[in-house]
């Protein structure tokens, strides 16, 4: 379900329209004058809400679980529904949700801005600190002594905590900042995830209807970017040190006092626990789990779906322990050798 501070919900609409919106039949016994308030993930969905399931194994039993009123699931999956859930079988599940979602909240883009530099509506704490031609959106709070370089953009309904330090030409957009937060220079907050309906006749945007939650004490580096969730929430866990020109996709969840340095990229829907170390250049593959404590060398990569047990070093792609990869240097190394003595007699 969408913040309302930052998405207007253009529902309800009948379980009719809905159907007539994805072009596929009422599904037989179900009433079309039935209300469909929103949108919500299958985990926290109720029984005025559409969800949607992939069909994907691992998902089987979150929807048969779920809470939801209504559910798009691929037709002819065989997954039994809970009781009282209308099932709408589509062909594809994601086309299927991105033309619904922008039903519901048609204005899922770029942030609205006013006419004015400063919203009336807006609310400036004791002690703020805005630099030159700084834009701050309607609702926006910010919060007592918090300073605001030049040429920074505050998005509508943004939160931002005490004591912050926001620099030049940020932009912050469906976000909730917290307290002693450093953003540097140039980084991109709250943007649009990288989400796409994709075919061969091409690729239509999935509307992107979370928000970017920065928790107590957080740096982020110059021009460094966090994706706002697709539907739930992208979060930054508090203390956590971000480095320059770092990727955070959309979804993606990482712990407390995490260092990630720069150049390094982690893909949508990841999570990562407490006191992970990504050294410069890593990577992380998306719905991918991280242990706390694990530290992953340079240019190490971890693939996507995959679990990595806390408290371990890792390097190489794919991202293994580290001993266990520099045997395999050590006996690759050994072994070119030998090819390149073998070509010299």
């Given at each position: 379900?969408?913040?309302?501070?930052f998405a207007?919900n253009?529902?309800?609409?009948?379980?009719?329209?809905?159907?007539a919106k994805l072009?596929?039949?009422?599904?037989?016994g179900?009433?079309?004058?039935?209300?469909?308030?929103?949108?919500a993930s299958m985990?926290?969905?109720?029984?005025?809400q559409?969800?949607f399931?992939?069909g994907?194994r691992?998902?089987k039993d979150?929807?048969r679980?779920?809470?939801?009123?209504?559910?798009l699931?691929?037709a002819?999956?065989?997954t039994?529904?809970?009781?009282?859930?209308?099932r709408?079988?589509?062909?594809s599940?994601?086309h299927a949700?991105a033309?619904?979602a922008?039903?519901?909240?048609?204005?899922?883009?770029?942030?609205?801005?006013?006419g004015?530099?400063?919203?009336?509506?807006?609310?400036?704490?004791e002690?703020?600190?805005?630099a030159?031609?700084?834009?701050?959106?309607?609702?926006?709070d910010?919060?007592?002594?918090?300073?605001?370089?030049?040429g920074?953009?505050?998005?509508?309904?943004v939160?931002?905590?005490?004591d912050?330090?926001?620099?030049a030409?940020v932009?912050?957009t469906?976000?909730?900042?917290?307290?002693?937060v450093?953003i540097?220079p140039?980084?991109?907050?709250g943007?649009?995830?990288?989400?796409?309906?994709?075919?061969a006749?091409?690729?239509?945007?999935?509307?992107?209807?979370?928000?970017?939650?920065?928790q107590?004490r957080?740096?982020?580096?110059a021009?460094?970017?966090?994706d706002?969730?697709?539907?739930g929430?992208?979060?930054?866990?508090?203390?956590?040190?971000?480095?320059n020109?770092?990727?955070?996709g959309h979804?993606?969840?990482?712990g407390?006092n995490c260092?990630?340095?720069?150049?390094?990229g982690?893909?949508?829907?990841?999570?990562?626990?407490?006191g992970?170390i990504?050294a410069?250049?890593?990577?992380v593959?998306d719905?991918?789990r991280?242990?706390?404590?694990?530290r992953f060398?340079?240019r190490?990569g971890?693939?996507?779906?995959?679990?990595?047990?806390?408290?371990?070093?890792?390097?190489?792609m794919?991202?293994?322990?580290?001993r266990?990869?520099?045997?395999e240097?050590?006996?690759l190394k050994?072994m070119l050798?030998?090819?390149d003595?073998?070509?010299?007699k």
């Amino acid at each position: 379900m969408a913040d309302p501070r930052f998405a207007r919900n253009h529902g309800p609409f009948p379980l009719a329209i809905v159907a007539a919106k994805l072009n596929i039949p009422l599904p037989p016994g179900a009433d079309g004058a039935a209300l469909v308030a929103d949108l919500a993930s299958m985990d926290g969905a109720g029984p005025q809400q559409l969800a949607f399931f992939s069909g994907a194994r691992d998902q089987k039993d979150i929807f048969r679980a779920c809470q939801a009123g209504f559910c798009l699931v691929p037709a002819g999956d065989d997954t039994p529904a809970p009781d009282g859930m209308v099932r709408l079988e589509v062909e594809s599940v994601p086309h299927a949700w991105a033309a619904i979602a922008a039903a519901f909240y048609p204005d899922h883009g770029q942030a609205l801005w006013s006419g004015q530099a400063i919203a009336a509506s807006a609310r400036i704490g004791e002690g703020v600190s805005l630099a030159p031609n700084v834009v701050v959106g309607e609702g926006a709070d910010i919060g007592a002594r918090t300073r605001i370089g030049p040429g920074a953009a505050i998005g509508p309904g943004v939160a931002i905590g005490r004591d912050c330090d926001i620099g030049a030409n940020v932009t912050i957009t469906n976000a909730y900042v917290g307290d002693g937060v450093v953003i540097l220079p140039g980084a991109q907050i709250g943007q649009p995830g990288f989400g796409f309906a994709s075919s061969a006749a091409g690729h239509i945007k999935t509307p992107q209807l979370g928000r970017v939650i920065v928790q107590d004490r957080v740096e982020i580096g110059a021009c460094t970017t966090i994706d706002r969730g697709a539907l739930g929430d992208t979060v930054i866990g508090e203390g956590t040190k971000i480095d320059n020109l770092v990727q955070i996709g959309h979804n993606v969840r990482i712990g407390r006092n995490c260092f990630i340095i720069a150049l390094a990229g982690i893909a949508g829907s990841s999570e990562l626990g407490d006191g992970v170390i990504m050294a410069g250049q890593s990577g992380v593959g998306d719905h991918t789990r991280i242990g706390d404590g694990a530290r992953f060398a340079a240019r190490a990569g971890a693939p996507s779906n995959t679990d990595y047990e806390g408290g371990v070093d890792y390097g190489g792609m794919p991202a293994k322990p580290v001993r266990e990869w520099v045997r395999e240097m050590h006996a690759l190394k050994m072994m070119l050798r030998r090819q390149d003595k073998e070509k010299r007699k």
